[in-house]
């Protein structure tokens, strides 16, 4: 499959993504600096499913594969779940076991 990809800044996720990278370096004792996960934002559960090859729940929102992290835009966008919660910063903690 081809994609087509776009640099962006994105403030929540970049800050999403810096907290989790902060408690796995607190967790572990390291300093992960070098060949730290890139971050795919994917904009519709269609696209998901074209990635992953199959059609997925809406449980999933975020993943990882290799050294990558997808995460669903809404929640990029958004940032927040049905109970006003920030959702990223549990997120990528959990997908930096790569």
Same mark, same amino acid.
């Not at 499959?1 to 087509?4: A, E, F, L, Q, R």
């Not at 993504?17 to 070098?34: A, K, R």
């Not at 449980?59 to 920030?86: C, D, H, M, P, T």
């Given at each position: 499959?081809?994609? @087509?990809t776009?640099?962006?800044?994105?403030?929540?996720?970049?800050?999403?993504?810096?907290?989790?990278?902060?408690?796995?370096?607190? !967790?572990?004792?390291?300093?992960?600096?070098?060949? $730290?996960?890139?971050?795919?934002?994917?904009?519709?559960?269609?696209?998901?499913?074209?990635?992953?090859?199959k059609? $997925?729940?809406?449980?999933?929102?975020?993943?990882?594969?290799?050294?990558?992290?997808?995460?669903?835009?809404?929640?990029?966008? @958004?940032? @927040?779940?049905?109970?006003?919660?920030?959702?990223?910063?549990?997120? !990528?903690?959990?997908? !930096?076991?790569?």
């Open positions: 499959m081809i994609y @087509k776009q640099i962006v800044i994105d403030p929540l996720v970049e800050e999403a993504y810096q907290e989790g990278m902060h408690e796995l370096n607190e !967790f572990w004792g390291i300093n992960w600096v070098e060949n $730290t996960p890139d971050v795919y934002i994917v904009g519709s559960r269609s696209e998901i499913d074209q990635i992953k090859g059609g $997925t729940s809406d449980q999933l929102v975020g993943w990882s594969k290799n050294r990558n992290i997808f995460v669903l835009e809404y929640l990029a966008k @958004k940032g @927040k779940n049905s109970l006003g919660e920030i959702c990223l910063c549990p997120l !990528f903690p959990s997908e !930096f076991h790569i």
